[in-house]
């Protein structure tokens, strides 16, 4: 095992393709991110928002909306610290 | 990890098509295992959580049934947050 590591030959690729891969994979990893967040999300939305025992496999309405509302506050919180971190900045 | 032209299936006659085919299915499929995979992480740990408060011998049918409907419980959960961050995304574009 010399060379574990042995990718294929993309040597003939041209511009165009390259552009192509270069433009999927930057959409692949936009995509990511946002699964990333949502994965965070649904972790502290689930703690907040699904506060009792498990009786049933759904998600009733006003822990559907609790979800939402998480969702919003999250984003308006993350907003707000950096919004206060910008005023703390020029400050000194 | 698997030698990349391996994991392509490639073999060396294959055009230059085929061989950009099978990059981007590879990434995507990468892609969505991890994705299944952070997720399963997180049911089983969310889940055991809620479900087996105080670990016994073995799982109850009580505990096995919680952990079922749990586990569905989160993925709606999952997408009730997917769907909410998109709106948020969509009607807040330059806020985050």
């Not at chain 1, 095992?1 to 552009?19: C, E, G, L, V």
């Not at chain 2, 049934?65 to 989160?74: E, G, S």
Request: neutral net charge; hydrophobic residues 30%.
């Amino acid at each position: 095992m010399d060379n574990p590591i042995s990718s294929p030959d993309f040597s003939d690729f041209s511009d165009k393709d390259k552009k192509d891969l270069q433009s999927f994979i930057q959409n692949e990893q936009q995509k990511a991110k946002f699964q990333a967040n949502v994965h965070n999300l649904t972790d502290l939305c689930w703690t907040k928002c699904i506060t009792g025992k498990i009786s049933g496999a759904t998600v009733d309405r006003s822990e559907n909306s609790c979800l939402e509302n998480c969702v919003n506050r999250f984003i308006d919180s993350q907003k707000t610290i950096v919004r206060q971190l910008d005023v703390m900045g020029g400050r000194a | 990890m698997d030698n990349l032209g391996n994991m392509l299936n490639l073999g060396s006659n294959s055009t230059k098509e085929e061989r950009k085919q099978a990059l981007m299915s590879t990434i995507a499929q990468e892609s969505n295992i991890e994705n299944a995979r952070i997720l399963i992480e997180k049911i089983n740990e969310k889940c055991f959580e809620k479900c087996i408060p105080k670990p016994g011998g073995s799982l109850s049918s009580g505990e096995t049934i919680c952990l079922t409907n749990c586990m569905q419980k989160y993925m709606q959960a999952w997408n009730a947050v997917s769907k909410a961050y998109i709106n948020r995304i969509r009607s807040d574009p330059g806020g985050n």
